[in-house]
């Protein structure tokens, strides 16, 4: 766009602006009409009530729209040019999600109230997950940037729910902090926050330059005197500043950022100064618009501003994500250049034929007229996995508060030794271990098919949206039942995962689409039903709030075999019939083509497949909740074992199983007197997990 057509936009932004900033002004639920608030600016006289609502509560808010849209807006442009990635954005790189727990943190641990309080901790969390995501920003895919970034997410979430798990008033701050509210933001906090706006906005106005320089390349930067480390230390400055300021004021809103930064760059092009401006305008443009609309559209009550913006933010994720720069990026350029190199000459020579027996070749076992084909290293793989979930089933009826050896609990599960002990086993830890281990199989078990189907081990029932849709099913069926427990609605877990699977599906271009698009939809997906999840968190009294937040990151408090008899059903019809078709899962992994010149219906196939694993993980998160990154991790440590050549279903199964049944087991007693969610413990654990993955793997 030509320089005179930039100053139009840059122009009408700035009266939009403007306009809103009016009807902000004007806007409110309570009996002040516009007419009395026009009147007073003006100048005429006031009643106090009047004066309170204009200059305590509407007026702060409008100036708190502004400066925490303008820093988001700024801050996702800021990110998305020193990476070169149209995805970069500060929700869903983890940098909110830093800067939040920073400031759970500054409550929980130092009685944290003021705005100046909240920006010191937000810095820290900020400034340490903006210099992580930097580093690994450094030569990954689009793709693989924004999965680091729901990694980081996640661990830092994780951290952030066990915290709030020890106490209720920081929970009960958080649960309306946490929705990214304008609503009561005091002018002392604006104030309080101001001088960091100021500093970053400085620092981003100084670093534009030098992102011009950097955005032809790093050699280019240098010949032309730039110096490309200092950039992206000073845009890293000013991402924290601006971020960790925004997140002090008004808590983690995402998406905003990435719609300022589409924007600003379709407007301005190339132009770093124009889209700086222009994403600030945008920024703030976008944000007092949510504000407003959230105070009309279901008065007398307010909107969640971060639900009012995902809305917007998931579908622009999802074009962006079908764009061509994130096409021809999908690919990781780490991979690409160690591709490019030549090989090192190596002292020795491998013979052709390992000295080795080779595990994983076919072996017939016959039984009279019967016989079987058997792979022996995935067969040996299975065995050993099952035996670690044994284990774990062991450790999870022996450990607890009240502890017991291993050799008490193997007595006390045949019915022999201590009474007392017998009856610990049977009536409390037994039926829950039952309910992880089923839970935990039948997550291992869909992860498989999923990372099967889309042909990508990140392609998982957490970041397809698959999880978070039978949660929000199940949270709706609460809200209008009269059942006392959220897990009494475990049947409609499937259909609320179903419906999720076909929105990811219908609006990413059905199951043969391109893997990178299914996972960026199931990302936007995933982010608009959390964000009606915390909405419903935010509605309900404190206690049911409470039990609700704890089963909606993963509990398995108060499981029994009630709930764990439908799913272990599940599993015994699902596992034999996906064992049966094992053979057309694995040359589903060499594409649509090879699956047709078989003979199979690779479209029929595709959709079996999908419904098997819908099922199986609506069918889990109805029993624990969503359990997250254990059917990432349970697929990937099976086919560790199993070896390329088979699709380890037995084995992602019985992994699933162990790790879910440990996982309980650790939460129940790391902590002296508390109990851990077992939900908490997966996201803290996996997502170092799935940045190792993303590192290591080549072929996600």
């Not at 010949?223 to 997140?247: D, Q």
């Not at 889309?454 to 698959?466: K, Q, S, Y």
Request: proline residues 5%.
């Amino acid at each position: 766009m030509r320089r005179a057509g930039v100053r139009t936009v840059l122009t009408a932004l700035g009266l939009a602006l403007i306009l809103l900033a009016c009807a902000s002004m004007l806007t409110g639920a309570g009996r002040i009409g516009p007419g009395q608030v026009i009147a007073y600016l003006l100048g005429e006289s006031a009643d106090a009530h009047l004066e309170m609502v204009v200059t305590t509560l509407r007026l702060p808010r409008t100036a708190a729209a502004v400066v925490v849209g303008a820093a988001l807006g700024i801050s996702g442009m800021l990110l998305q040019t020193v990476t070169r990635n149209p995805l970069a954005e500060t929700g869903l790189l983890g940098v909110n999600s830093g800067a939040a727990l920073g400031v759970v943190l500054g409550i929980t641990l130092a009685g944290a109230q003021t705005g100046g309080a909240y920006l010191v901790w937000a810095l820290g969390g900020a400034l340490a997950t903006s210099a992580v995501v930097l580093l690994i920003a450094r030569g990954a895919s689009p793709l693989r940037l924004v999965l680091a970034g729901a990694a980081l997410s996640a661990t830092l979430g994780g951290l952030t729910s066990a915290i709030l798990m020890s106490d209720t008033t920081t929970y009960d701050l958080y649960r309306f902090w946490v929705l990214g509210s304008l609503a009561g933001v005091p002018p002392e906090r604006l104030a309080a926050v101001a001088p960091a706006f100021a500093v970053g906005l400085a620092v981003a106005i100084a670093a534009v330059r030098p992102l011009a320089a950097l955005s032809l390349g790093d050699d280019v930067a240098r010949a032309i005197g730039s110096r490309p480390a200092l950039t992206r230390i000073t845009v890293t400055a000013a991402v924290t500043l601006l971020s960790a300021a925004a997140v002090a004021v008004a808590g983690p809103i995402g998406f905003l950022g990435l719609l300022s930064g589409f924007f600003a760059r379709a407007v301005a092009g190339a132009n770093v100064g124009a889209r700086l401006a222009a994403s600030g305008l945008i920024g703030a443009v976008v944000l007092l618009a949510a504000d407003v609309l959230a105070r009309v559209v279901i008065r007398p009550y307010e909107a969640p501003v971060s639900l009012l913006v995902a809305l917007v933010g998931g579908p622009v994720l999802i074009v962006v994500a079908r764009s061509r720069a994130v096409a021809a990026g999908a690919g990781d350029r780490l991979v690409r250049r160690a591709a490019g190199r030549r090989p090192r000459a190596l002292p020795w020579r491998l013979p052709v034929r390992p000295p080795w027996p080779r595990t994983d070749r076919p072996r017939v076992l016959r039984a009279g007229p019967v016989s079987l084909r058997v792979r022996v290293r995935p067969a040996v793989a299975a065995t050993l996995l099952a035996v670690l979930a044994g284990a774990a089933v062991l450790a999870g009826v022996a450990a607890g508060q009240a502890g017991a050896t291993v050799a008490e609990a193997a007595r006390a599960l045949v019915g022999l030794g201590d009474p007392a002990t017998t009856m610990l086993v049977h009536e409390f830890r037994l039926p829950r271990v039952a309910a992880g281990f089923v839970a935990g199989a039948a997550l291992g078990l869909s992860g498989c098919l999923t990372q099967t189907l889309a042909r990508n081990r990140l392609a998982t029932p957490d970041l397809l949206g698959v999880n978070q849709g039978a949660v929000v099913a199940i949270l709706v069926a609460g809200l209008v039942s009269a059942a006392p427990t959220m897990f009494a609605h475990w049947w409609i877990g499937p259909l609320g995962s179903a419906v999720a699977a076909l929105v990811v599906l219908a609006i990413a271009g059905g199951t043969g689409t391109q893997g990178y698009r299914i996972i960026v939809t199931g990302l936007a997906v995933t982010a608009i039903a959390a964000a009606l999840t915390e909405t419903v968190l935010a509605w309900r009294g404190l206690t049911a709030a409470t039990a609700v937040y704890v089963w909606s990151i993963g509990s398995l408090n108060g499981r029994g075999y009630g709930v764990a008899l439908p799913v272990a059903i599940g599993l015994a019809i699902l596992l034999p019939a996906t064992i049966a078709a094992c053979r057309r899962l694995g040359l589903m992994r060499f594409g649509d083509e090879v699956v047709t010149a078989l003979g199979m219906n690779a479209a029929r196939a595709r959709l079996a497949t999908l419904a098997t694993a819908v099922a199986l993980a609506g069918l889990a998160v109805g029993v624990g909740g969503p359990i997250a990154f254990v059917a990432l991790a349970a697929p990937v440590i099976a086919s560790r074992l199993a070896g390329p050549a088979a699709v380890p279903l037995l084995g992602s199964a019985f992994t699933g199983a162990a790790l879910v049944v440990a996982a309980d087991t650790l939460g129940r007693v790391v902590v002296s007197g508390a109990e851990i969610p077992v939900g908490v413990v997966t996201s803290v654990l996996g997502g170092p997990f799935l940045l190792w993955t993303l590192l290591t793997d080549r072929n996600g």
